[in-house]
Every structure is written in structure tokens, then in C-alpha cells.
């Protein structure tokens, strides 16, 4: 039912500071500028696939980012939080959750208006983050065209393509189980072991919604005792299999570029 990864939210303290560290990783970074109040500053990552990064520093004065579901994660320090997938039918995934008994925010509406003028508009549900297990992400389907809400596709000179996997930490993968089918329709998801514990993977066509149960003294261990389940890192396609970037220079971001196409 979901098509591609919509996007990942990176949490950071200061936007520009944080575009700088991704602009010198060899990310293109780009600013959509909305009209109106705003809980946070952000720029976005986009990638040639039609995914992207959100880099979101909150306004930590505001009372309102305060009550946003992503700020618990905020003030544990920066890195990812939160992550979403593209649909192009949004009402048929809340009919589907709601009859397997997925829980979910229900159908909602909206969008905002471009200081150029233009207006975007989406439709959402939450599976995750805000009704049940962080495991779970949020689904995402544009009703204006695409491109006016992700603005920015110039090539990156890193190489980076698109999102090819997100991997979400966690202690137990099994009340995710239901969710991920409905959304892949994978229903007998890989199990590998590495060293940093037991991945169970989810594909859908190229890409990969992963859970790893961490080993013990790893990195994955240490987020997921601290934070609890969270989006631990992801993987980029891109034209050479560079491995982990540094997450010191990254604010926190887990991102893996590897030399798999989308």
C-alpha cells in the first residue's frame, strides 16, 4: 500500500549550523519557506527519488512544539525521531488498518501555503509515533503536485539517489508485525543477524522498513535504552558504497551511503 519513503525527521538545535554539517557531508540542502507561525525552523534534503530529509530545530520556548510528539525525543539530544512513507491511496490504508486492527489517527487533511504564493496540501495518519509503537511510521499522500511541497531535487555530490532502507531500533519486534505487513505486503519479513543484533526486515520493491533488536554494548543498545524504539539509522543509495558517515558530524544521523540503485 505505500509506494516510497516520504521522508525522516534529523532533530537538531541549530538549523543552520545543522545544514552546514549535511552541505559538508555532500548533501544539497534546500529551504522551503512557509507563510505563517511555526513551531520549529527546518531545511530539507531531497533526493532525486522523491524522499527527503527534514533537518528540524524546535523553537524550545514555544509551548507548542513543547506538546508535539517528537519533542520527548528533543530533549534527549539531536538525530533521527521520526519517519514517514508515501502512499497514493491514504483512505484505503486507514479502511485497511482499521478492519486488521492497526491502530491509527484516522483520515486527516491539510497543508500550508508557500511564501511564493503557492499552496501544498496533504493528506496524513499516524500508525506510530502519537498512537501506538514508534516502530510504525506515518503515511503521507500529496494532493497538489509533489514537487511544490518537495522542493529541490539537485543532484548531491556525494551521490545520494533516495532512502533505501530506515532500520528503527527496538525491544520487540512483533506488535509492529501487523502494521508493516499491511503496509509492504511483505508478510514473511528477512531475519539476519549482524553484529549489532537481530534484523527483521520488511521490503517493498527496492527499500526496506527494518527492526533491529539490539545486541548488548552496541551503539543500537545504548539509543534504545536511552530514547526507547526510534529510527537508529538509514541507508542511501548512492554511486559508491561509502559505509557509515560520521554521525559526530552529522548532529547525531546514523546514514549508511551505499552503492544500491532505486
Not at 26 to 32: I, L, M, N, P, Q
Not at 159 to 182: E, F, M, N, Y
Not at 196 to 207: D, E, K, L, S
Amino acid at each position: 500500500m505505500i509506494t516510497t519513503f516520504d521522508h525522516v525527521i534529523v532533530l537538531a538545535r541549530d538549523i543552520e549550523e545543522c545544514a552546514r554539517s549535511f552541505a559538508a557531508a555532500g548533501f544539497a540542502v534546500t529551504h522551503r519557506e512557509d507563510e505563517g507561525g511555526h513551531i520549529a525552523e527546518h531545511r530539507l534534503v531531497c533526493f532525486p527519488d522523491g524522499s527527503y530529509l527534514e533537518l528540524y530545530a524546535f523553537d524550545r520556548d514555544n509551548d507548542q512544539a513543547r506538546a508535539h510528539r517528537w519533542f520527548p525525543y528533543d530533549e534527549l539530544g539531536e538525530g533521527f525521531c521520526d519517519y514517514s512513507v508515501s502512499t497514493a491511496d491514504l483512505r484505503g490504508v486507514v479502511a485497511a488498518a482499521t478492519a486488521a486492527g492497526v491502530a491509527n489517527s484516522g483520515f486527516a487533511e491539510g497543508g500550508k501555503k508557500r511564501v511564493d504564493g503557492e499552496e501544498w496540501v496533504l493528506r496524513m495518519t499516524m500508525l506510530g509515533l502519537g498512537v501506538a509503537g514508534p516502530e510504525l511510521p506515518f503515511v503521507l499522500e500529496d494532493v497538489t503536485p509533489r514537487g511544490v511541497r518537495v522542493s529541490g531535487t539537485a543532484g548531491h555530490d556525494n551521490g545520494a539517489t533516495g532512502i533505501r532502507a530506515v532500520t528503527v531500533v527496538t525491544g520487540d519486534p512483533a506488535p509492529a508485525h501487523a502494521g508493516l505487513v499491511l503496509l509492504t505486503g511483505c508478510s514473511e519479513p528477512a531475519r539476519s543477524e549482524d553484529a549489532n543484533g537481530t534484523v527483521v526486515a520488511y521490503p517493498f520493491g527496492p527499500r526496506e522498513i527494518r527492526l533491529l533488536v539490539p545486541a548488548a554494548g552496541t551503539e543500537a543498545a545504548r539509543r534504545l535504552e536511552a530514547a526507547g524504539p526510534v529510527v537508529h539509522e538509514i541507508e542511501i543509495a548512492s554511486g559508491t558504497d561509502r559505509g557509515l558517515l560520521d554521525p559526530g558530524g552529522l548532529h547525531a544521523a546514523r546514514i549508511v551511503l551505499s552503492a544500491t540503485s532505486l
